[in-house]
């Protein structure tokens, strides 16, 4: 018996279950596949901000809207743990970082990774994202098309080949590192029954030996860097030096571990951000214009510094707030409740796998009116003081917002500055965008547009 089905049975017999679609449903099982925001969004309407969905054999409790994503991550988020729900299925890629650990070890551990982050850590990182966005886009050819998808993918994994790990990104240690990654990665944006499969040939032992390469390439990193005693303004460096109040450092597996979770969190975060900007840009184009206007109103003929990106750019700012809003690329945040809790009025057991969404809770038009309509101005600072707490979480919130939201942030202004700054964007006759949900949301099939010249 699945492990998930008998864990249903324990947690009925503490009490009854929160109403939902629980009868099992392959029409449902597909709409979670392929429909899964405006199914969602149906079983709000009907059922309100906490129901139950059974999804193939299993039974998955979502908690949706403002209240219940503050329920989840700030108010109420001792009921539920990290580790044994979803986000268990990333360990045999990223192992034990801070997106698959929870209590103790992740609250020691988020402190020592704190000072790579801190804004002077960034600032260095800047000058990187600056130098590989500029040079990327100097390599598009006005007139002709690309697939900005598969470009952005390329140049995040540039950036972060050389702001996490200080390499060198045309390097064969680089791209094999990369290679690896994103071949382990592409494991789970596959179809579930293929993820199932197991032994010599199928999808999950390619996933194992990506991680052993990757084991083998960045521990041997590790290890020069530790006996050598090298340093540098990258965050491998700082990872490797960090301690904490009583001087514990982390060990050699927890810097791989963790240094692969930021790998994993960064790169498909900025990739995605980047690609949906650009294909709302292009179906908006006065906004395009108007973020142009304001690069050269501030920058004149230069690229932002870092002080512009981090807030001298309020147009493109909203732009890319609106993008998050839109197309958060950690649409879903999966749990386990840990003990019985009550939400909304209504009681949940312990033992279930639970999820809040940001990408349905952004969307829902009792918050965000007009919500599927493409409008930076709702980040207009008096129009955002009227949202409820809760209502935007593209980044989390509370203790486990997502540590590298300023590295992500700011890697998107940069790398969309560049473009706009060169170029208008222009969608393909009749394209009509699909979305992959897994690991992250992406426009399915790439990112087609056509380029031209400013």
Not at 47 to 73: D, S, W
Not at 109 to 127: C, D, K
Not at 352 to 379: A, E, G, M, N, Q
Not at 382 to 398: I, N, T
Request: proline share 8%; with cysteine; aromatic share 10%.
């Amino acid at each position: 018996m699945p492990h998930d089905i008998r864990d249903e049975w324990r947690a009925r017999r503490r009490g009854p279950f929160p109403p939902g679609e629980t009868r099992p449903s392959l029409k449902n099982t597909w709409r979670f596949r392929h429909d899964v925001l405006d199914l969602l969004r149906d079983c709000y309407a009907e059922h309100g901000p906490i129901f139950g969905i059974r999804i193939i054999f299993g039974y998955n409790l979502a908690l949706i809207g403002p209240e219940a994503n503050h329920f989840v991550l700030v108010g109420g988020r001792e009921n539920f743990g990290w580790r044994d729900g979803a986000m268990g299925h990333l360990l045999p890629l990223i192992g034990d970082g801070l997106l698959t650990t929870d209590g103790d070890y992740h609250d020691a551990s988020r402190a020592i990774l704190m000072p790579a982050f801190h804004r002077e850590r960034i600032e260095e990182a800047t000058n990187v994202m600056r130098e590989e966005a500029t040079a990327a886009v100097d390599a598009l050819a006005a007139g002709a098309a690309a697939d900005v998808y598969e470009w952005a993918r390329t140049l995040a994994m540039r950036i972060a080949m050389r702001a996490l790990f200080g390499f060198d990104p045309d390097s064969g240690r680089a791209t094999e590192i990369a290679g690896h990654f994103e071949r382990g990665l592409s494991f789970h944006g596959r179809e579930y029954p293929m993820q199932l499969l197991f032994g010599p040939g199928t999808p999950l032992a390619q996933l194992r030996r990506d991680r052993i390469a990757l084991e083998q390439l960045v521990g041997a990193e590790i290890a020069r860097r530790r006996n050598d005693g090298t340093d540098g303004a990258d965050i491998l460096s700082s990872l490797l030096a960090s301690t904490d109040e009583e001087g514990r450092s982390l060990t050699d597996r927890q810097v791989l571990d963790h240094v692969l979770t930021l790998l994993f969190a960064g790169h498909d975060t900025a990739t995605s951000t980047v690609s949906f900007l650009v294909y709302e840009l292009a179906r908006n184009p006065a906004w395009a214009d108007a973020i142009a206007t304001e690069l050269a109103e501030v920058c004149g003929p230069r690229d932002p510094d870092a002080e512009q990106l981090f807030s001298g750019l309020p147009v493109l700012t909203r732009a890319v707030d609106e993008t998050l809003r839109l197309y958060p690329p950690a649409w879903i945040g999966p749990r386990r409740s840990v003990r019985d809790f009550v939400f909304d009025g209504v009681r949940a057991p312990a033992g279930i796998p639970c999820f809040y969404s940001s990408w349905v809770s952004h969307r829902l038009p009792d918050v965000f009116p007009d919500p599927d309509r493409f409008d930076p101005d709702r980040f207009l600072p008096e129009r955002r003081a009227l949202w409820p707490r809760g209502a935007y979480v593209p980044f989390g919130m509370g203790p486990r917002v997502c540590i590298g939201k300023r590295f992500g942030y700011t890697e998107v202004h940069a790398i969309a500055a560049a473009l706009v700054r060169r170029f208008r964007f222009e969608l393909p006759p009749g394209r009509e965008l699909e979305i992959n949900q897994a690991p992250t949301l992406s426009p399915r099939g790439g990112l087609p547009v056509r380029l031209t010249s400013r």
